[in-house]
């Protein structure tokens, strides 16, 4: 008989493994091993590891809970490893453990906008969506399934609070899952392998009308090592928010990023006080087509795992995006 190939499956919680209890409301209760067993379809196509590590809504995820991950990831001998989670957060944490992991098996992250006891949940379909990716993602990859689609977890962003659709990139998917088979548009991204375990402090700011930008000066009493900035548009900043982020630029790395959902933060086109040509001037360093909470964690691990070269590093990754 043909050996059916091995994969770990971790939960962490989220809307997947949810369930209606005591309480009112629905919390995560259920374990790996009962969403593997939900999904008979699964027996047929693998041999299923599971294992729980936490029961949690995603807000709670942490760097070092994603750091571990990844080394049990690295340690698996499993042919593939799937992370269930909460999709509030999923569009961080697996962009985190892209930064981190340095396995050579496929990492593919997945959830569920549906509780199981809600009638169409999303969770089994993509429990299984999730398994074909990883069945033919290119090794060391790291992905994130949702409602049929593979998304490279460098651009992908959870836009809507309830619908299936809830997950897009602005590149579109790198593959698409069709009559049970995945088609891949282009290769997933691989782990970057960055050595960090935690974040160093750094702030997300928007910029939005009419503020002071006070919470800009108290940055540095606060602790903050750096800030990344949500500015206007292709990235600009009011004449008051551009004194202060220039000020603050002085003192610790300060990112120009975009409020915007879409599109690269411009480097030379718009010539006024505050746009983006004198923000760089003033010490700004923009953000590619890196979202900010993405620039800030990539930012954050820089910090720790290789300060001295930070912002070379993040410039070359802005541009990979
Ligand atoms: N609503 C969330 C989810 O989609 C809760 C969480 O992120 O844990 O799973």
């Not at 949940?121 to 069945?135: E, I």
């Not at 551009?242 to 003192?251: Q, T, V």
Request: charge should be neutral; charged fraction near 20%; glycine fraction near 10%.
């Amino acid at each position: 008989m043909e050996k059916k190939p091995v994969i770990q499956v971790f939960a962490l919680g989220g809307t997947i493994a949810m369930t209606p209890g005591d309480r009112s409301g629905v919390t995560p209760t259920l374990s790996a091993a009962e969403l593997v067993r939900a999904v008979p379809d699964l027996v047929e196509m693998a041999e299923f590891r599971a294992e729980t590590l936490v029961q949690k809504g995603s807000a709670n995820l942490t760097c070092d809970l994603i750091s571990d991950l990844c080394n049990r990831a690295e340690a698996s001998d499993a042919d593939a490893v799937i992370v269930t989670q909460g999709t509030d957060s999923m569009e961080e944490t697996s962009f985190l453990a892209s930064l981190v992991y340095k396995g050579d098996r496929p990492l593919i992250f997945t959830g569920a906008m549906r509780t199981p006891n809600q009638p169409g949940a999303d969770g089994p379909a993509n429990l299984l969506d999730a398994v074909r990716a990883a069945l033919s993602a290119p090794a060391g990859s790291v992905s994130l399934v949702m409602n049929g689609e593979v998304h490279d977890p460098w651009c992908v962003a959870k836009e809507h609070t309830s619908t299936l659709q809830a997950f897009s990139s602005e590149q579109g998917p790198v593959a698409v899952v069709s009559e049970g088979h995945v088609y891949w548009r282009r290769a997933a991204r691989k782990g970057h392998g960055l050595k960090a375990t935690s974040l160093a402090p750094v702030a997300l700011v928007g910029a939005v009308l009419d503020d002071d930008g006070r919470m800009l000066d108290m940055l540095p009493s606060l602790g903050y090592k750096a800030v990344v900035i949500e500015a206007y548009g292709a990235g600009h900043l009011s004449e008051l928010w551009a004194c202060k982020a220039e000020k603050l630029a002085a003192e610790m790395p300060v990112i120009l990023a975009s409020r915007t959902r879409g599109g690269r933060v411009f480097e030379a086109t718009y010539g006024y006080k505050g746009a983006e040509i004198d923000l760089i001037a003033r010490g700004l360093v923009p953000a590619g087509g890196l979202r900010g909470r993405k620039a800030r964690l990539l930012l954050s691990l820089l910090l720790v795992s290789d300060k001295a070269n930070w912002k070379q590093t993040f410039t070359a990754v802005g541009k990979s995006v």
